[in-house]
């Protein structure tokens, strides 16, 4: 008696850390069309471009969760070179990436500002391949940040939204702790606890784990 095969899943993903912050870009494909996207490329073009030739993926777009130079400073010099769209995020962080030029030297990195294809809102969709993604706008550590969540695989990108036992710093301008708590508990709890996330750094996590022991928004820590 022969295993039966487990069925292709109709999305991966893989991350690649990038910049000295150690950002975790996000490759995510459909693997139906071996069409992808990368999220959050803000440095090391030649390791992002290297990690989707190995995975065989096919760049279709951009996509971007906020507008910091760790998560998108180089993210117009990939679409200028590839000749793709960018997608992202909301267009309350519009003086973030007008700003990246500037933003660069100060941190040491090269960073371009850009005009996204299209900025995005809450209740939008974006499509990968045949994968379609819902765009949740969760402002607070920055007023323009945004989800991206794969409803079908439970899965979820999240930037500097919530971390594994932490939440993204609300002290840079514009950032506001208050929105922030709002947009886990009211726009990410609800989508499952069961939902596993990519962070814009550190490890993976669940929406359940992080409600049950996250420091700062778990439920016991709220109640």
Known sequence: ??????????????????????????????TKTMRGALVDPGGDLDKLKEGVAKAGVTLEK???????????????????????????????????IEQLDDDGPRWGMVAKSFEPTRWLKQGDTVTVGELTLDVIHCPGHTPGHVVFFHEPSRFAIVGDVLFQGSIGRTDFPRGNHQDLITSITQRLWPLGEDVMFIPGHGPTSTFGRERKTNAFVSDYALS
């Open 1 to 30: 008696m022969t295993d039966t095969p487990k069925p292709t899943p109709p999305m991966k993903a893989a991350i690649i850390p990038v910049t000295p912050l150690q950002q975790n870009c996000s490759l995510i494909w459909c």
């Open 62 to 96: 951009i996509l971007v969760t906020h507008g910091h130079l760790d998560h998108c400073g180089q993210a117009g010099m990939l679409a200028d070179e590839l000749g793709l769209e960018i997608e992202g995020p909301h267009e309350d962080d519009r003086f973030w």
